[in-house]
């Protein structure tokens, strides 16, 4: 289990599940947005400079590994005493298991807190749906999405498929209620600011390329 620290691409919204098949390398980010779920498959190919650099953490004797890799500068620490490969996202091809990794900023540091054996296989309903519910989509396709979204975060209201007044109200993700169609604007205006703010995904050339947020 990696413990992670730093920057959110969602805002801290727990937005995202991943599932990897380690035979042929393929990942699978299952988006969730709203009430849907997006496929988003990828085989990564990480090119790591192995260095004679070593440090003792805990029992364990590292070994340091840089790489680039979604536009960033990456340091990692791994070991060989492990006999398999284990890592966070979508780090692979190290000779050992990954115990640290940073980038060069520290947007986005991992460290492994904790190991932990089963029995048998563990079934997660919540991941279990979004993968029966997901829909496959190429990343660009997806990127638009985001950007449409940005344009106008509030299109099943302002499309009629929602209507605000005194009788039916809207509640937002953070608990606040909308009852008067003018709160709509300020809204809007609070989630275009705030997907800009978090617009820092892991892959950082993947980034949707948002324009500047007018009031």
């Known amino acids: 289990m990696?413990?992670?620290?730093?920057?959110?691409?969602?805002?801290g919204r727990p937005s995202d599940l991943m599932s990897k098949n380690l035979k042929e390398n393929q990942y699978v980010l299952y988006s969730i947005q709203n009430y849907d779920v997006y496929k988003l498959k990828d085989k990564p190919s990480?090119?790591?400079k192995i260095e004679n650099e070593t440090k003792a953490s805990a029992s364990l004797q590292l070994?340091?590994?840089?790489?680039?890799?979604?536009?960033?500068?990456?340091?990692a620490w791994?070991?060989?005493?492990?006999?398999?490969?284990?890592?966070?996202?979508?780090?692979?091809?190290?000779?050992?298991m990954i115990i640290e990794i940073y980038d060069e900023k520290e947007n986005y540091h991992f460290t492994l807190n904790k190991t932990q054996n089963f029995a048998e296989t563990q079934f997660i309903d919540f991941y279990k749906n979004?993968?029966?519910?997901?829909?496959?989509?190429?990343?660009?396709?997806?990127?638009s999405m985001l950007l449409g979204h940005f344009n106008d975060p509030l299109k099943f209201v302002n499309s009629g498929q929602l209507e605000i007044n005194e009788n039916n109200?809207?509640?937002?993700?953070?608990?606040?209620?909308?009852?008067?169609?003018e709160d709509l604007r300020?809204?809007?205006?609070e989630e275009r600011q705030r997907i800009k703010r978090y617009n820092n995904p892991i892959e950082l050339d993947k980034a949707v390329k948002y324009p500047e947020v007018k009031k």
Not at 78 to 96: A, D, R
């Open 169 to 181: 109200k809207l509640t937002l993700d953070d608990g606040r209620v909308i009852y008067k169609p």
């Open 78 to 96: 791994f070991s060989k005493e492990f006999p398999f490969q284990e890592k966070p996202y979508k780090f692979n091809g190290l000779p050992g």
């Open 186 to 189: 300020t809204y809007s205006f």
């Open 2 to 11: 990696y413990k992670a620290t730093g920057l959110r691409t969602f805002g």
């Open 63 to 75: 070994q340091k590994a840089t790489s680039d890799f979604g536009g960033r500068k990456w340091t």
């Open 130 to 143: 979004a993968k029966q519910r997901g829909v496959e989509i190429p990343y660009s396709k997806y990127q």
């Open 46 to 48: 990480i090119s790591w």
